[in-house]
């Protein structure tokens, strides 16, 4: 009963080390290919064949194998390094921020601060 339950939680560590490497990878795909070079990271190609391999190593073999540890590297790689620097160069359109909004002083005109004729 022990080892059954054992095995039921490994499933379930694999199944979401799984989905976290897809959304690594179509996250990957959906970025533009110049914010890779303006980042100064490895090309769009590589990382989706990275990613890809990490994937189907990740559904083909468990969780305690050497191979599901590699990929996880790359997945942990590219969510915590690559893609804060994408988002950083590519900026984030359609993003609403709730709350106050950001408008500056109520001093400030159109073409910025006014400083009283200083």
């Known amino acids: 009963m022990l080892v059954t339950g054992?095995?039921?939680?490994?499933?379930?560590?694999?199944?979401a080390l799984l989905l976290l490497a897809l959304f690594a990878f179509v996250?990957?795909?959906?970025?533009?290919?110049d914010a890779y070079r303006a980042a100064d990271k490895n090309?769009?190609?590589?990382?989706?064949?990275?990613l890809g391999l990490a994937a189907v190593v990740m559904k083909l073999f468990s969780?305690?194998?050497?191979?599901?540890?590699?990929?996880l590297i790359a997945v942990i790689v590219?969510?915590?390094?690559?893609r804060?620097?994408?988002r950083a160069v590519s900026?984030?359109?359609?993003?609403?921020?709730?709350g106050r909004?950001?408008?500056g002083s109520s001093s400030d005109g159109p073409y910025g601060p006014y400083n009283g004729r200083r």
């Open 91 to 98: 900026g984030r359109p359609g993003r609403v921020r709730l």
């Open 27 to 33: 996250d990957a795909a959906v970025r533009r290919e």
């Open 6 to 15: 054992l095995y039921s939680v490994i499933a379930v560590v694999s199944w």
């Open 63 to 71: 969780i305690l194998s050497f191979l599901p540890v590699i990929g």
């Open 84 to 86: 804060p620097a994408l």
């Open 43 to 50: 090309t769009k190609g590589f990382w989706l064949i990275i």
């Open 78 to 82: 590219y969510m915590v390094d690559v």
């Open 101 to 103: 909004r950001n408008r």
